[in-house]
């Protein structure tokens, strides 16, 4: 295991589309270039990916969910389907209690990412990191999720998994 000294934390996005009759959420492909436009790590590179990405230093949990999802794919983020959200006041100290949809954890590296349920509005389109986004049906991420699980970037193949386990 190689040494990275502290972790850290990043955000992602399962954003749900409600409107028709089957549920969908929003996919992207991952985009991993240098500066030079060749890939710095070949294995992930155009894999699908929900929209996420590292919190900034002193940026609270859900500005850094809806700067991600602004930057990632253009879409205003509308609500975080979470249980429940607190904030505490102490000695001048502010923290916050939340409960995501779930963590997951890169055991090679120092990622632990906090996944939120959400929905947004606006048109999504291509950026620096991701590009051909597109809404998938529950039943077509199954598919891929069984099928295809090479295909999805590994951070995000286990919450995946578990929000198709929670919509059973």
Known sequence: ????????????????????????????????????????????????EIPGGKI?????????LRRKIKEECN??????????????FNNGDVSEVFYPFCISQVLEGPYFTFIFRCEATGKTKDTESAKNHRWISISELEDILENNPKSIFTPFLGPLKFYIKSQN
Do not use: W
Request: proline share 1%; charged share 30%.
């Open 1 to 48: 295991m190689q040494e990275y000294g502290f972790p850290i934390s990043v955000v992602g996005a399962i954003i749900e589309d409600n409107s028709s009759e089957e549920k969908k959420i929003l996919v992207q492909e991952r985009i991993v270039l240098n500066n030079d436009n060749t890939t710095k790590d070949k294995k992930y590179h155009g894999t699908l």
């Open 75 to 88: 879409l205003e983020l509308t609500r975080v389907l979470c249980n429940k959200s607190d904030t505490y």
């Open 56 to 64: 900034e230093l002193g940026e609270d949990i859900f500005s850094a």
